[in-house]
């Protein structure tokens, strides 16, 4: 177990949350082989949506209590994770807008 993941339980979920929302982007928008700051500047974004995401779906005393998270929280949390992946890939990359992420709940 790497050290993130001894403080925080939870970090590889969250990984993985951004990761496949990442590559549902990467569809669309390609990011050029070798442009760090392009594909730092798109995993912030995605760290920030996963981050809102997950705290707009955990209730505020189960977020805060250091308690492990109920199956029906992370399927909630996944459902809405492969739903906004599939509304990704589904919609394409706007342009005009620059803005592909779904609404959070």
Known sequence: M???QERNPWQGYFDWQVTTLML???LH???RTGDETAA???RQEMEHYVAQLTRNIVPADL???G???PPEVLREITTHTIGHAGEIIEQG???AS???MPPLP
């Open 29 to 31: 928008d390609p990011i």
């Open 93 to 95: 990359f706007d342009d």
């Open 63 to 65: 977020w805060s209590s």
């Open 98 to 100: 620059r803005r592909v």
């Open 24 to 26: 549902a982007r990467d």
């Open 40 to 42: 730092e500047a798109r």
């Open 67 to 69: 308690q492990a998270w």
């Open 2 to 4: 790497s050290d993130s």
